[in-house]
């Protein structure tokens, strides 16, 4: 079989994407800074580095440190707020042939409500992504995704305010992840991605200070794979809206764990840095493991684990 | 500007100084466009521990597609370089970031390094007429010194500042530096430098006070090397609307008056 | 300063360890079979494998599989059962001139109490450590350690069974590991452990079957270091009794983030199979660590992280 | 069973068969006692990554401190391992596990290998003596072979089948090795074999059918190998009370009769 004729088409509802093969939030600026490596056109989709309503400098640095086989960074979500967004990079965004998900964050749910709203009718946003792992300033710092009451509130705020399609991207960071994506589930959402970072730190022994100036940041990278592979096999059997799988995906070998295990799309975060041509390979990974296997369409694939 | 992925071979790997290391790697592209003060990201081995690529400043371009780095062997990729053997390739992604400046026409350029901060500068002393430059390297002691004639210097072009005195000035380098000064004052400088981050605060400090313009090379820990992370931030001086810049696509080169040092 | 001059004693509520090196339960046998390699005089102490009350077999193969930088097992707590484990491994362990303690766990209530029951008065055992990230079969598996209130209950049924100072292991399957500790230290346990695995998963993507026949398992090793650092500086700062670090720890500088964060000791678990010299080589690098910095204890720099 | 943690110095590595090597390793230690069927367990590199050890049975004691592995390169560790040159060093420990028993005296032994599972075969053959051997070695095609004179036998001791028929007996090893008992029913003979599970369930049975003692060196995903983390279960067969062996302890060798095959 020819992998240039595999379908690797796949749907996220009311989404079609070429192929299921998304940058994720943060790990990918905002889609130019790779382009001469990766062209844009030639992803399932890009996801934008989290946007909030007012621009937000971020966080002292260091900002990252390397762990084994993963990062930590307290890059504080950073971003040039929405208004600069729209007006700088969103016209370029427009122009690719890609979809392109938009990753927004608040800490109160009127500044979800506002981020939202900003996109209504806008061309070239094809689906916000809800970031819920930020600390909710009204209940003590806690993260939004970390209760399924709360992560339900913000889901029918954003879903009120929007005309897209919403994604909510659920944190690790919790006793029962399928709870969460139970609640988001009945709140509305279209669909979910998982996981975000696992809370982590690391101590710098000769200074005996964090190596991060925020004590801890979030881990990512292939360290957390087990992890993220596992939340996505639980939830998957627990909703039946489509889940995108994400978390220290390098290789297509690592994309298949997610979409055998039932993931509808997988996001590619930090292996971006580690090899820049990491989406593009899985790209062709994919075509070439289908291929291998007499398989047409990857969507025959989606969620077949044998357990 | 045009970042490339490149398979780079290593065409020689050895000592030049105590713990540093000079690496010749010819790079699988006919033309690396790369200027003095840019730099290449590593990725040492296809396993995941070390993860993220290490970040070295091009030392120098001895033909259009090969190129110098020199490391220091600090830590887990490094200590991996150090025993890597010609024909062995590992991958780059360069040239990143924005170079040095100048020197304006009638402006002598100084040079200053410390430690392995030594690297860009050679490659920006190459691309620099000798009678328009001085170039002061400071390093902790006479073995860490690493010859200026490896890199294709006359060998007394290099003033050397020692911190234990074993070899030129006894003293810390911004001292050396500031000797220099004194004795030049008529004329108009231009001050590069690269080094650890309190000899460049140190120095951004002395350029401030004798009214020179210092373009400093900075280091940050990276993940991503062109701008897509956030990763690689360093606080802006007050002036400046943006609170942070991000070493690798901002700088690394930057002029020293933009920079927080307190930050 | 000579490195052997060092004092490395370090106390665990009424535990007093030569140092603060322990091997970790279910990652060093019984502590026979490195014992060609790793006297076990020489450790501050040794966890020895989970036992439950009646033998176990454990889980189908395979077992464990490994991942980036990590491992996920799923041995399903094999063990020889209390009554075997007191007739042929604890005449041994009580020759020995370590602490020696005992993981013990259960799926009730009672079972816990009567494990614990079973070492009251028993010299050669120095302390219980109380495993409580495993299913609780009357609340629906849902693990005891995964909520405050049960996992106050299994301590003190432990506690009120035992002449023994109790430690008790927390998971990092939590929303908030210090609700959790905070419950136990409330209950009464003179000490905690923390982190047990993460929960994870991998699949083979040529067979489409899980790695592991239990489908999914827990992961340790130095990828999940940063996670566990960070759980234990959360513990440390909301609770009293001593914290013993647990997670990834392959070298002194490992262990060191854990002590200056704040723990009493360390344990050491899959570093053991990497390197069985692991734990003596940690302990001689925390002498040198010590006398480079010249520091005459190794207590002073407990929890002297500065932030 | 004293088990030792040894510097392990690369002698020689280099392919032998496709995708397959041979590597010779001086141990630091006076005198390795190591007995045809047990293994060693090799730490590649001191990253993280990849991160347990690799478990290789011991095919040739060549000197008191001079062993030799034989691998099939199948993935991260053993792509690493291949790369290695002269000179450079691993960490061993071993030796680990039962070896293979007997022959009882009278009995003429018959090793039966599928792939890989040549390599404590060819440790086992070189301490029997050649009359009182049969050697049947399995491959997928003629590139797969290793040829028995590199490890010191006889060229012609061995019997091929290779699954192509492009070497020797054109079929499964276990259709020869049966071909091969009907022509020395006769014979007292004790089995010993090593290879994919499914050829050694088959070689099992046809054992049990022929009421011929079988000795059977299994692999299994292994952390400690020293029988700490009970990690390498394999199912035992239903007569015996404990429901799991662990293979580096109890193991890598059993009795065919004691392994539950279906589990
Ligand atoms: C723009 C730039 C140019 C550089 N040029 C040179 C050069 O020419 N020669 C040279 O010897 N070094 C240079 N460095 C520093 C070099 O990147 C580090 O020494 C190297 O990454 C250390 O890697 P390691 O694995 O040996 O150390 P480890 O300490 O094991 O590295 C752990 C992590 O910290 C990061 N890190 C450690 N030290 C530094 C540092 N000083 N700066 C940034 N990240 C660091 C590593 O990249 C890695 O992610 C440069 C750094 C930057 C940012
Ligand atoms: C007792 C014993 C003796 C062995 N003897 C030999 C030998 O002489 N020659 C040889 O080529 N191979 C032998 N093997 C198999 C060898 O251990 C694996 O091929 C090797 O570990 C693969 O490592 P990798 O990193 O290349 O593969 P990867 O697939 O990347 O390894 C991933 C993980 O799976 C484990 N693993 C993969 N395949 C096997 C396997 N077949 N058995 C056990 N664990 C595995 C690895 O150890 C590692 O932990 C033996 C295994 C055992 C248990
Ligand atoms: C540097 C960095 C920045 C990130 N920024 C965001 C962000 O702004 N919003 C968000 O939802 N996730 C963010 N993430 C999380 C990633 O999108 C992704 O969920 C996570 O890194 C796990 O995937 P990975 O292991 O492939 O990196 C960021 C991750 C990294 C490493
Ligand atoms: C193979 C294996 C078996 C384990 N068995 C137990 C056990 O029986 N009881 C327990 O409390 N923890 C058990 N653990 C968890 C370890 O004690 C330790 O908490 C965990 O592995 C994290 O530490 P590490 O990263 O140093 O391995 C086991 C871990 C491994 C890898
Ligand atoms: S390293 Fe990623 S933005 Fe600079
Ligand atoms: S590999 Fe640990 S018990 Fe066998």
Known sequence: MDPRGVDLGTALGPLELKNPVIAASGTFGYGREYSSIVPPGSLGGIVVKGISLEPKAGNP??????????????????????????????????????????????HRLEEYRAVASAFKGLEGVDALEVNISCPNVDKGGMAFGTDPGMAARVTEAVLSSTDKPVIVKLTPNVTDITEIAKAVEAAGAHGLSLINTIAGMAVDVETRMPRLANVWGGLSGPAI??????????????????????GGILEARDALEFLISGARAVQVGTANFVNPKATLEIIQGLRDYCARKGIAKLSQIIGTLET | ???????????????????????????????FLAAPGQFVMLRILDTTDPLLRRAFSICSL???????????????GTRLMKDMKEEETLELLGPLGNGFQGPE????????????????????????????????????????????GLLGLEEGSVL?????????????????????????LSR????????????????????????????????SAMACGVGACQGCAVKA???YPPDYFHVCSHGPVFSSSDIDWEG
């Open chain 1, 61 to 106: 640095p260091p900002r990252i440190v390397e762990t084994p086989s993963g990062m930590l960074n307290a890059i504080g979500l950073a971003n040039i707020g929405v208004e600069a967004f729209i007006e700088e990079k969103l016209p370029w965004l427009r122009s690719l042939d890609t979809k392109v998900f938009v990753n927004i964050y608040g």
């Open chain 1, 225 to 246: 794979r087990p992890v993220a592979v596992y939340m996505v096999y639980r939830v998957v059997r627990s909703v039946k809206i489509p889940v995108i799988g994400i």
């Open chain 2, 1 to 31: 500007m045009r970042v490339d992925l490149v398979k780079a071979h290593i065409a020689a790997n050895g000592s030049v100084a105590k713990d540093t290391y000079l690496m010749e790697l010819r790079l699988e592209t006919e033309e």
């Open chain 2, 62 to 76: 001895i033909k259009p597609n090969v190129i110098q780095i020199m490391y220091r062997v600090v830590g887990k």
């Open chain 2, 105 to 148: 026409r009638g402006k002598k350029a100084v040079l200053v390094s410390g430690g392995i901060g030594v690297a860009p500068l050679f490659f920006l002393a190459s691309r620099l007429k000798p009678h328009d430059l001085k170039f002061i390297a400071g390093y902790g002691s006479k073995e860490d010194v690493v010859p200026p």
């Open chain 2, 160 to 184: 050397f500042a020692t911190e234990d005195g074993s070899c030129g000035y006894h003293g810390l380098v911004t001292e050396l530096f500031e000797a220099e000064l004194n004795k030049t």
């Open chain 2, 188 to 219: 108009q400088l231009q001050v590069y430098c690269c080094g650890p981050w309190e000899m460049l605060k140190k120095l951004a400090h002395i350029c401030y006070e004798y009214d020179l313009d210092c373009q400093v090379s900075l280091e």
């Open chain 2, 237 to 239: 001086s007050a002036s």
